[in-house]
């Protein structure tokens, strides 16, 4: 196959060409490495990659592929080559989570979603770039420079995943994966055109995840295909006795998601999910979608996600806050120089480390947990995240699933976020629900709207929500989407 | 914020442990001057109904068993500055 014939086969497909020698896994990487080479200097999806380590590991796997009589006891991705976030550990490898804090930091250790990765036979290629920590919805919030949009430079991919979202878009790897706290793969997925899986809070490891904010961080999938998205979702998730809050939850059945129709489903939409209440354009055009499938579709209020960026904000930054205790100069990543005291060497050290979008939310964890305001902000964005569980449950036992977009807009123009931060913390109304709630959420392309200045069309990413472990559903009617609700296969 | 918040934000940027220069307390006490207000909007929203301790889920439970852990020297190689095993700061007293 040619390097463009390659280039076009989802992650599932190379791994069945590979076993079956049609395509090496050297030629595979190859032509990733290729892409990479004429990409990465206007992009920069990547913080790092080895190019030669990688070919070695195609080298050998092709070999073992070549000298095996049965391939079928093959690891299910064995040769394909992925790319993973930069806040997810690989022993040996930098990890700096888009920071100056941890530029030079080496992990000593390999995160459970990666180890499962490498187990299953994927190459891990390289570590992409990301807003510092994962705050930030732009990818412009790296210490090491922006990523920009693949098929625009002149825009964002979105954040923090941005980097993930960019190299897969380029075919700069065949699948990644990302972190989502509050969207961060599924709103760069849909600037880039992507799927992007939030998977269920606790069904991947966070193990080797740094963490941000414990109880909504999850590592999942960004992928061209659903197909892809959950195959790889199936091969990260499991209880892993490092993570107390993991736990072993239903794999998604791939066959079942291509026989999987939305005839006689019933489908919310969250009124509050709307920016005036109203369905407009793409969003009309899904429901539309649906309901000529069979499915009866309705706008349904749920009052409480009114509240849920201001919730959500005040939980992440005070989870934030207690997590980014630890970079004080002493026990790994930046040290200031010039600070002879204690107290004095962790402020410089910090002040110096982190970036500003990070200091802010410090700043407003701190605030939300100070004496004075410990009861009417945490406590009561706790009680309030409690209201929005109750509400998905009762959506749930209505409705099969939810759909919304995934962003209220296209991919933006660089420069334009991060003009007003409270304004980019409310586009992340249609996102941070889930992430509250704990439920998987995926965004699925939904053809292409004009960007808000009218010079272009631009991806489009539907979002479809579920209930706790109900991948299987939204991976079907994501699958449905994508099939273009064509008869059952 | 309390009445004066300039004095109230200079006791959060001590609490973070973080220094700003002028430039920086411009920009990002402005921010939170409109980010706050936003946020504390959900004072209005009734949550009587809550009882945390009771919708809590029971976090899941193992033995605390020691073990070995192989990248303990790793570690504290990897730190900033360490000597004989252990981390190296400043002189405290």
């Known amino acids: 196959m040619t390097r463009e014939e390659i280039l076009k086969l989802s992650a599932y497909e190379l791994s069945q060409k590979i076993r079956e020698q049609k395509v090496s896994s050297f030629d595979a990487v190859s032509a990733v490495f290729k892409n990479i080479d004429e990409h990465e200097s206007n992009v920069h999806a990547y913080l790092s990659f080895w190019k030669e380590e990688a070919l070695q590991k195609a080298k050998e796997c092709d070999e073992i592929v070549a000298s095996t009589p049965d391939v079928s006891g093959l690891p299910p991705l064995f040769g394909v080559p992925v790319a993973v ?33 490498l187990s299953a036979g994927a190459i891990v290629i390289g570590k992409t770039n990301m807003d510092e920590f994962g705050m930030g919805s732009s990818t412009e919030h790296s210490y090491f420079g922006a990523t920009l949009h693949p098929m625009d430079p002149t825009r964002v991919p979105g954040g923090s995943s941005g980097g993930s979202a960019a190299a897969v878009s380029y075919g700069g790897a065949f699948a990644a994966l990302g972190t989502d706290t509050g969207g961060s793969i599924r709103q760069p997925a849909s600037f880039c055109g992507l799927v992007g899986l939030r998977p269920t809070y606790g069904s991947v490891s966070r193990h080797g995840l740094v963490a941000f904010s414990s109880s909504m961080d999850v590592a999942g999938p960004i992928t061209r295909g659903t197909r892809d998205a959950a195959w790889l979702f199936n091969n990260v998730t499991g209880a892993d006795p490092k993570d107390q ?60 996600l009114e509240y849920a960026v201001a919730i959500y904000y005040i939980l992440s930054s005070a989870e934030a806050t207690a997590n980014l ?151 079907g009617a994501a699958r449905f989407v994508e099939r273009g609700g064509e008869d059952r296969v | 914020m309390d009445r004066n918040p300039e004095t109230e934000m200079e006791k959060i940027t001590r609490l973070s442990g973080l220094s700003l220069s002028e430039e920086e307390k411009k920009i990002l006490f402005s921010d939170m001057s409109r980010i706050v207000p936003y946020m504390e909007r959900i004072s209005k929203l009734d949550t009587s109904s809550v009882d945390l301790f009771d919708e809590s889920e029971p976090a899941a439970l193992r033995e605390d068993e020691e073990e070995e852990s192989p990248i303990a020297s790793t570690i504290v190689s990897s730190a900033p500055e360490s000597s004989d095993g252990m981390f190296s700061v400043p002189r405290i007293v």
């Not at chain 1, 930098?94 to 930091?105: F, H, N, V």
């Not at chain 1, 006689?264 to 000529?292: V, Y």
């Not at chain 1, 410089?348 to 500003?356: A, C, D, H, S, Y």
Request: hydrophobic share 35%; charged share 25%; glycine share 10%.
């Open chain 1, 245 to 304: 809050t993991s736990a072993g939850v239903p794999k998604v059945e791939l066959s079942e998601m291509e026989s999987y129709s939305v005839s006689g489903k019933r489908i919310g939409i969250p009124k509050e999910l709307l920016s005036d209440g109203n369905i407009s354009g793409q969003l009309q055009k899904a429901a539309d979608f649906f309901t000529s499938h069979g499915a009866l579709v309705e706008v349904f209020d749920m009052p409480v």
């Open chain 1, 85 to 117: 976030k930069d806040n997810l550990l690989l022993s040996g490898k930098k990890a700096t989570c888009g920071s100056r804090m941890l530029s030079d930091y080496i992990a000593p250790f390999t995160a459970t979603c990666v180890e499962k990765l």
């Open chain 1, 325 to 475: 205790a630890r970079y004080d100069g002493v026990r790994f990543g930046y040290r200031a120089g010039g600070a002879p005291e204690i107290s004095e060497l962790y402020t410089k050290t910090r002040t110096e480390g982190f970036g500003r979008e990070v200091k802010r939310r410090i700043l407003l964890g701190n605030y939300v947990l100070s004496t004075e305001h410990f009861n009417d902000c945490y406590r009561q964005a706790e009680r309030a995240r409690k209201l929005v569980c109750r509400a998905f449950s009762e959506a749930f036992s209505k409705y099969d699933f939810l759909i919304c977009p995934t962003s209220s807009d296209v991919a933006p123009l660089l420069g334009t976020i991060d003009q007003d931060p409270l304004s980019t913390y409310i586009a992340d109304l249609c996102t941070v629900p889930a992430s509250l709630a704990g439920i998987p959420a995926v965004s699925v392309p939904f053809g292409k709207q004009m960007s808000r200045d009218g010079s272009c069309e631009l991806p489009w990413g539907l979002q479809i929500l579920g209930p706790r472990c109900g991948e299987q559903e939204i991976l």
